[in-house]
C-alpha cells in the first residue's frame, strides 16, 4: 500500500527549533515530488514547498522561503520540515503529500497531518 | 504568484441537490487544476486532475470542467457523505497555490 506516515504532535514554546516528518513507503521514494501544506486554525490550505528526494531539488512559496527548510533522507524515504526558531504563528496542521506525476502533478496521496503547537 | 479565487466561499445545500463551485485564476494556466475534498481532522482527498480527469474511485457524480482561467466543480446529486470544505489548486506554476476554499453545509 502506498502511504505517507508523518511524525506525531508536538507541543513547543517559542524560539525553540522543531523538525517533522514524513515516512513514504509502497513507492520509489526518490522518483516523487513530496510537498509540505499548512493549514492554520479555522483557515484554508497553503502550499509551502516541495522537494525531489531524488536529488534534492527544492521549491519554496515565497510566504515561507526562508521561514522552514524542507529536506530528504533518501536513504529511509523520510522527507522533513523543520524551523530553527518557532513562533506562535506556527501553530498549525501541516500534511505532506505526494506530488502525483501521472495526475498532472497534483497531490494524489497525503499523510495524517501533524498538529504543531507553539505557545508563546 | 498565481492567484485562485473560488466562489462562493460557502452554501448550503440540500441531499441530493446539484452543486456548483467555481474556481477563477489570476492567469492562465490551461487545464493544470486539481480539486480536493477536505473533512475536518483528515487528510484532504484529490479528487479531481487536469481540470476533468476523475481520480480513480472517485464517484461519478463529482465532475470538472474548464481551461484557460475559469473552473468548476460539479457534484450532480449531493450525498451526505459530501459536506466538506473543497479546494482547487494550480498545478501550473510554483508555487501551486491553492484556493481559499469553499465550505459545502447541511441546509
Known amino acids: 500500500e502506498v502511504q505517507l506516515v508523518q511524525s506525531g504532535a508536538e507541543v513547543k514554546k517559542s524560539g525553540e527549533p522543531l523538525k517533522i516528518s514524513c515516512k513514504g513507503s509502497?513507492?520509489?521514494?526518490?522518483?516523487?515530488?513530496i510537498g509540505w501544506v499548512r493549514q492554520m486554525p479555522g483557515k484554508g490550505l497553503e502550499w509551502m514547498g516541495i522537494?525531489?528526494?531524488?536529488?534534492?531539488?527544492?521549491r519554496y512559496s515565497p510566504s515561507f522561503q526562508g521561514q522552514v527548510l524542507v529536506s530528504a533522507d533518501r536513504s529511509n524515504n523520510i522527507a522533513y520540515l523543520q524551523w530553527s526558531r518557532l513562533r506562535a504563528s506556527d501553530t498549525a496542521m501541516y500534511f505532506c503529500a505526494r506530488q502525483g506525476p501521472m495526475k498532472g502533478g497534483a497531490f494524489d496521496i497525503w499523510g495524517q497531518g501533524t498538529m504543531v503547537t507553539v505557545s508563546s | 504568484a498565481i492567484r485562485l479565487t473560488q466562489s462562493p466561499s460557502s452554501l448550503s445545500a440540500s441531499v441530493g441537490d446539484r452543486v456548483t463551485i467555481t474556481c477563477r485564476a489570476s492567469q492562465d494556466i490551461s487545464n493544470a487544476l486539481a480539486w480536493y475534498q477536505h473533512k475536518p481532522g483528515i487528510a484532504p482527498k484529490l479528487l479531481i486532475h487536469s481540470s476533468s480527469r476523475l481520480e480513480s474511485g472517485v464517484p461519478s457524480r463529482f465532475s470538472g470542467s474548464g481551461s484557460g482561467a475559469d473552473f468548476t466543480l460539479t457534484i450532480s446529486s449531493l450525498q451526505p457523505e459530501d459536506f466538506a470544505t473543497y479546494y482547487c489548486?494550480?498545478?501550473?506554476?510554483?508555487?501551486?497555490?491553492f484556493g481559499q476554499g469553499t465550505k459545502v453545509e447541511t441546509k
Open positions: 489548486q494550480q498545478l501550473n506554476t510554483y508555487p501551486r497555490t
Open positions: 522537494i525531489y528526494p531524488g536529488d534534492s531539488e527544492t
Open positions: 509502497g513507492y520509489i521514494f526518490t522518483s516523487y515530488w
